[in-house]
């Protein structure tokens, strides 16, 4: 698969693969950190990412008798991580000096159930870019049903100010 560069030319499109420990040196998240492996990146466009869900959870108590979901607010979490990436990649910044910070949520919808055993397939892209603000267009699915989608806004910040 290739794009076309801004300069015209034909770039052909690398995967990549971001494991977990790049992912940490990248974010300053700490526990929990939803995002386990980034899979695809074209800097400045798009990424795609995995979530693998767990029993294990933080969020799944053991007493549960019945399937839990996971909830939708750490879904979005997870998406905004991986958008977080994507702003990274595309103009790498100094995550000691700065940081990408989530200013909104819009047309957030919820679809289907997240229930441990799946693997979240996580996608963003860009869909708008000035100066330090990133607006991105982010879904989340399993085995190809869409389970939740959203625009993500967020800004880079000097964390001196």
């Known amino acids: 698969m290739s794009r076309k560069s801004p300069g015209g030319d034909r770039a052909e499109r690398v995967p990549v693969r971001l494991e977990i420990s790049r992912i940490l040196e990248i974010l300053p998240h700490r526990h929990p950190h939803l995002l386990d492996l980034v ?3 074209v800097a400045g466009e798009s990424i795609r990412g995995h ?4 029993f294990g959870e933080f969020w799944c108590p053991e007493q549960l008798s019945h399937k839990p979901a996971m909830p939708g607010v750490l879904i979005i979490e997870a998406l ?3 958008a977080s990436v994507l702003a990274y990649v595309s103009e790498p910044f100094d995550p000691s000096r700065c940081q990408l910070y989530l200013l909104g949520v819009d047309k957030a919808k919820f679809r289907h159930r997240v229930i441990p055993g799946d693997r979240i397939d996580l996608y963003a892209q860009v869909s ?3 100066s330090n603000t990133w607006k991105f ?10 389970c ?3 625009d993500l806004l967020a ?3 000097d964390l001196d100010d």
């Open 51 to 54: 979530k693998m869900v767990t």
């Open 155 to 157: 800004s880079v910040v």
């Open 39 to 41: 899979t695809d990146v």
């Open 137 to 146: 267009a982010a879904e989340a699915t399993v085995h190809d049903t869409l």
């Open 128 to 130: 708008q870019h000035r």
């Open 148 to 150: 939740a989608q959203a």
């Open 80 to 82: 905004a991580q991986l």
